[in-house]
């Protein structure tokens, strides 16, 4: 799918901005008492990780990390500057063990709203994300790898601001797909609790431990095709969910239509 596309252009590497639940704004007001992720636990054959952990300084997210180890550090993290509006600014990627293909990232904003991510490697090669907007909500990003490696994603949603769909084009293969969403809970996104989201979306990487839908409730079903791929080229998902006194998902749990399933915790912290 979508994001082993993705990956095949670019591993590991994070982060965006939010203004409600798009992603482009600075963070929650401090006079609000906000609900933040803190941690992603995967189990995949029975076997849980922790795939995710963020730590905050008050409501402003301050570093993510990866890959947990046993002493209670982690394999690579990305600590975060903002301005003094509070908007992120950048990322530096750091590691105990595995070398991240990206060292750090350049974050523009105009308007209060996030529109430019540019990545450096750890060659100095860079790569360019450019996001836009309208009434608050993200419709198109671009990741520029190269001249000739694009890929174009466009961002749908109804009248409840649910998305409801994902176009998706990239230049390499002339590959392209499209995510539908047809059935949706009445709960909280799982990113609505992840500031500045749109940075982790630059990298699908870091969003596929949530669903494929970034819109105000989390999906039911969904259907992914393709034109240009071997695989998948037409496949089906359902999710299903327990919740927290929160109204945010507590878990997660993914089905394909074969029947293999992955499966997520959340843990969540409060803060006034």
Same mark, same amino acid.
């Given at each position: ?5 993705? @990956? !095949? ?15 482009? +704004? ?8 906000? %609900? ?18 963020? +730590? ?12 947990? @180890?046993?002493?209670? +550090? ?18 530096? !990627? ?12 350049? $974050? ?8 430019? %991510? ?19 909500? @993200?419709?198109?990003?671009?990741? $520029? ?20 769909? %994902? ?6 293969? !002339?590959?392209?797909? %499209? ?14 609790? @992840? ?20 819109? !105000? ?43 293999? +399933? ?8 409060? $803060?006034?």
């Amino acid at each position: 799918m979508k994001r082993s596309i993705l @990956l !095949a252009f670019a591993a590991l590497s994070l982060f965006s901005c939010s203004k409600s639940d798009n992603g482009s +704004t600075p963070e929650p007001e401090a006079s609000k008492s906000t %609900i933040l992720l803190t941690r992603v636990i995967e189990t995949t054959g029975g076997s849980p990780s922790v795939r995710m952990e963020y +730590t905050y300084n008050g409501k402003q997210m301050t570093r993510a990390g990866y890959g947990k @180890l046993a002493n209670g +550090t982690y394999g690579y993290w990305y600590d975060f500057a903002y301005n003094t509006q509070g908007q992120l600014t950048g990322m530096t !990627a750091f590691s105990n063990t595995i070398t991240p293909t990206t060292k750090k990232a350049d $974050v523009t904003w105009t308007n209060g709203e996030l529109t430019k %991510i540019i990545f450096t490697k750890f060659d100095n090669t860079t790569r360019e994300n450019t996001f836009t907007y309208a009434s608050g909500r @993200l419709t198109t990003d671009r990741a $520029v790898f190269s001249a000739s490696s694009i890929i174009d994603n466009k961002y749908t949603y109804d009248a409840s601001g649910r998305n409801t769909k %994902i176009e998706f084009k990239e230049t390499t293969n !002339a590959g392209s797909g %499209i995510y539908e969403f047809t059935a949706f809970d009445d709960k909280k996104s799982i990113v609505s609790s @992840l500031p500045n989201w749109t940075f982790f979306l630059a990298y699908s990487y870091d969003l596929e431990v949530f669903s494929d839908s970034y819109g !105000a409730n989390n999906p039911l079903s969904e259907k992914y095709t393709t034109t240009g791929y071997t695989y998948p080229s037409n496949e089906t998902y359902t999710y299903s969910y327990t919740y927290n006194g929160y109204g945010y998902p507590a878990t997660m749990t993914k089905k394909d239509g074969s029947g293999y +399933t992955t499966s997520y915790a959340y843990e969540y912290t409060e $803060v006034k």
